[in-house]
C-alpha cells in the first residue's frame, strides 16, 4: 500500500493511500516501538552476501528489544542491496511494548558477514544508534521515517548511503557526511570491518500511520530460490514421466526433428 504525505491550505499534513482516501488515527493500546535494523550494501558486497552466513545481534543495555522466535535475516525490498532484520512473522522488524524504556537510550546492531575475507576472516558492522522516544499524544514509535510526519526530522544516513564497505577506499565524503566516528577496517576492538554512529529522535505517532510496519511482507522475486533436484517425492515425480531415457538419445531425437527452413 503505497502511502503519501499531503499539505492541507492551513499547513497542517495528512496521509493519504495510492486511492486518495485518508489514513485514520487510531492507536495501538499501548506504546509500542517498531525496530527496523537496516543495512545498505555498496555494490561489491552486494555480489558476495549469502544470508546464511549473517548474523545479526541487537545489543543494548535495555532489556526487551529483541522478538521472541528470534531474529530473521531477509531481502524483503526491491532493491535487494537492502538486508533487513525481521522477525519470524514480520519481514519489515518488529515491534516491543515500549512503555517501561527509558526516553533515551543506546542500541547496536551488529552485523556479521561469516568467513567474507579471502583469509576467512569475518567482516563486522557496528551500527551504533541513539534513539530518543519523544513525548506526544501518541502510542506508537518506528524507525521507518517514511511514516514520520513531515518537516520532524532530517532522513539518517543510515536510509541514504550505503554503510557496510569492504575497504577503506569505497568510503566516498557523501558517506562521512555525518558521521564524523565512521571508520573502516581493523575496529578498535580487533575485528576487521566498519563503525559508525547516529542519533534518531522519533516522533510518537498513531498505529495506523504506521504503516511500513506491515510492508514488504510479500516475497521478491531475488528472494526466490530455484530448485536444482527434487528431495521428497521423487517416485511420485518419476510416475508422472511418460518416458524415461537416456539424456543422449532424447537429444538425437530433437536434432532428428529439427527440420530446416524451406520455401513453400
Not at 522516544?133 to 544516513?157: H, K
Not at 547516529?198 to 504506521?210: F, G, K, S, T, V
Not at 522475486?221 to 530455484?226: A, F, G, I, P, R
Not at 537429444?251 to 513453400?264: F, K
Request: glycine letters at 6%; charged letters at 20%.
Amino acid at each position: 500500500m503505497e502511502i503519501v504525505h499531503a499539505t492541507r491550505p492551513d499547513g497542517s499534513t495528512v496521509q493519504l493511500r495510492s486511492d486518495g482516501t485518508e489514513v485514520g488515527t487510531t492507536d495501538s493500546d499501548q506504546k509500542l516501538l517498531h525496530l527496523l535494523p537496516k543495512l545498505l550494501l555498496d555494490d561489491p558486497l552486494t555480489e558476495a552476501v549469502s544470508l546464511d552466513r549473517v548474523v545479526l545481534e541487537v545489543i543494548s543495555d535495555v532489556d526487551g528489544l529483541l522478538p521472541a522466535e528470534g531474529v530473521v535475516i531477509r531481502q524483503p525490498y526491491p532493491n535487494s542491496s537492502y538486508l533487513v532484520g525481521g522477525s519470524v512473522r514480520n519481514r519489515n522488524g518488529w515491534c516491543v511494548p515500549a512503555a517501561n524504556l527509558p526516553e533515551r537510550f543506546k542500541v547496536e546492531f551488529r552485523w556479521t558477514f561469516v568467513s567474507l575475507l579471502s583469509d576467512g576472516s569475518d567482516w563486522v558492522v557496528r551500527h551504533f544508534i541513539q534513539l530518543e522516544l519523544e513525548q506526544g499524544p501518541f502510542r506508537t514509535y518506528t524507525m521507518a521515517v517514511s511514516n514520520w510526519p513531515n518537516g520532524r526530522a532530517s532522513v539518517p544516513n543510515m536510509y541514504r548511503y550505503a554503510t557496510a564497505f569492504l575497504k577503506s577506499s569505497q568510503v566516498l565524503e557523501q558517506h562521512r557526511k555525518g558521521r564524523p566516528t565512521l571508520n573502516v577496517g581493523v575496529l578498535r576492538d580487533g575485528m576487521l570491518g566498519v563503525t559508525f554512529r547516529e542519533e534518531m529522535r522519533i516522533p510518537p505517532i498513531p498505529y495506523e500511520q504506521a504503516t511500513s510496519i506491515h510492508l514488504y511482507q510479500k516475497q521478491q522475486l531475488h528472494e526466490v530460490v530455484q530448485l536444482t533436484d527434487f528431495s521428497v517425492l521423487n517416485d511420485e515425480h518419476k510416475a508422472n514421466g511418460a518416458l524415461e531415457i537416456p539424456a543422449r538419445v532424447l537429444l538425437d531425437a530433437i536434432s532428428l526433428a529439427v527440420l530446416p527452413l524451406t520455401e513453400n
